[in-house]
């Protein structure tokens, strides 16, 4: 038959779409009620693909039944071919696209091997050439001279002091205390609250942004913005219970790491960037620290990553490497919900590769061995799923920039270590 003759029928009238499948669930749930014949063509990644026969006179009462189904209606041309024709021409045309995103894809690949190197340093030479032609702005000229005078915040003193000495042993450098500064000179303001009063800076920001040392609105905007919606919404102290616990919030880090990691969720950019910064602030000039450190697990998104350049540059240090362990999806669902943690010390184990001497008892205290909630394969997949989307772009960005090194993670724990310390002794 062809499609030209259904177009053509006197009494019948025909809709061709795609539903969800609970749409299609609640289709056949109603099947008694539809006044026509419902043919399932086929199931795709959207949902199920139907075609639905009405006589002319119920084709109403359909028209309203389809669009409580969210029906997405697929057009078909008005054609003297068979459906079998109209399919086999559409395959081919499918199949010539493919083709051609293959090429597509090829060439870009191609030239990507080919110049991003090049690309990259045009990039950083451009991005070079804007913090210098910025700098110009603030910078006095001699013929023997240059005369750079600016506000720096009181915590990157130390680090733009050692940065300049190992520019130059002849520059001359001199801080002076707010408290110094002429009151013809206006010291920038920063506001710098969390990530929960954040949003109302804009506020303050749209009213006038207050003077150095100046009392800052910003929570003050928050708990009346907040009390406000919640007068408006029938609790009064809905707004501000909101507001102290962002407060507190500040102070619960990792607890609050605890929560979305249990999930399998990543750790907001904002709390973790906080974290690793205050624990550098309070340890990196300790004994421990003098011959370097390992970051596990951080950064996990390219914004982390650009906020550890930031980072290293305030504490005057620089990555020598970035490891990535490749391991295939399959492999690493079993190892990590095969893990086993000792609820008392800590320890970790495998039931498969490392297991106890005594099944669920820890070999050194005795303690239960629990698993953790974020190491149930439901959490594991969802870890995955968010690896893919947030952390996998971190590969390309580090390979970019010549630091990255893969090691084959599906290796036993003793070769993968060997291969880590054979990368980490390369850069003595």
Request: hydrophobic content about 40%.
């Amino acid at each position: 038959m062809k499609i030209s003759e259904f177009y053509n029928l006197k009494h019948i009238n025909f809709d061709m779409g795609e539903i969800s499948k609970n749409s299609w669930i609640k289709l056949k749930a109603n099947y008694e009620n539809i006044k026509g014949i419902v043919v399932h063509l086929g199931t795709s990644s959207y949902g199920e693909t139907v075609i639905i026969f009405t006589p002319s006179v119920y084709a109403k009462d359909t028209k309203y039944f389809i669009r409580s189904l969210s029906f997405d209606r697929i057009e078909l041309p008005n054609v003297d071919i068979s459906f079998k024709e109209f399919i086999k021409n559409k395959n081919s045309e499918l199949e010539s696209l493919e083709r051609e995103q293959d090429e597509i894809l090829k060439e870009k690949t191609e030239f990507k091997d080919k110049y991003l190197q090049d690309i990259l340093g045009f990039y950083y030479r451009y991005k070079i050439i804007e913090k210098i032609e910025e700098l110009e702005g603030h910078i006095a000229e001699s013929k023997n001279f240059i005369l750079l005078s600016a506000f720096v915040p009181e915590s990157k003193v130390e680090s733009i002091k050692n940065s300049v000495e190992k520019v130059s042993e002849s520059a001359l450098i001199y801080f002076e205390d707010d408290n110094e500064i002429p009151s013809k000179f206006k010291i920038p303001t920063k506001l710098k609250n969390n990530f929960i009063l954040r949003p109302f800076e804009a506020l303050v920001k749209m009213y006038s942004i207050p003077d150095y040392k100046e009392t800052d609105p910003t929570p003050f905007f928050a708990i009346t913005y907040l009390l406000l919606f919640g007068m408006m919404f029938g609790d009064v102290g809905q707004g501000l219970i909101f507001v102290i616990a962002g407060m507190l919030l500040s102070k619960k880090f990792g607890v609050i790491a605890k929560y979305f990691i249990s999930f399998g969720y990543l750790v907001p950019d904002d709390f973790t960037i906080q974290m690793i910064q205050e624990y550098l602030e309070e340890n990196i000039n300790t004994e421990e620290f003098k011959n370097g450190f390992i970051l596990d697990g951080f950064p996990r998104t390219i914004i982390q990553a650009r906020k550890l350049a930031d980072i290293c540059s305030m504490f005057n240090f620089k990555i020598d490497a970035v490891i990535n362990l490749d391991i295939p999806e399959d492999v690493l669902v079993k190892r990590l919900s095969g893990r086993r943690t000792c609820a008392d010390c800590g320890k970790s184990y495998h039931i498969v590769y490392n297991p106890p001497k005594k099944e669920g008892v820890c070999d050194v205290c005795g303690g239960e061995l629990i698993q953790r909630s974020d190491e149930s394969e439901e959490a594991v997949q969802v870890r995955i799923d968010t690896y893919n989307k947030q952390t996998k772009p971190l590969i390309d960005y580090y390979t970019m920039l010549g630091e990255l090194t893969n090691v084959d993670g599906n290796q036993s724990m003793d070769e993968v270590a060997e291969e880590i310390y054979k990368v980490l002794d390369n850069l003595k």
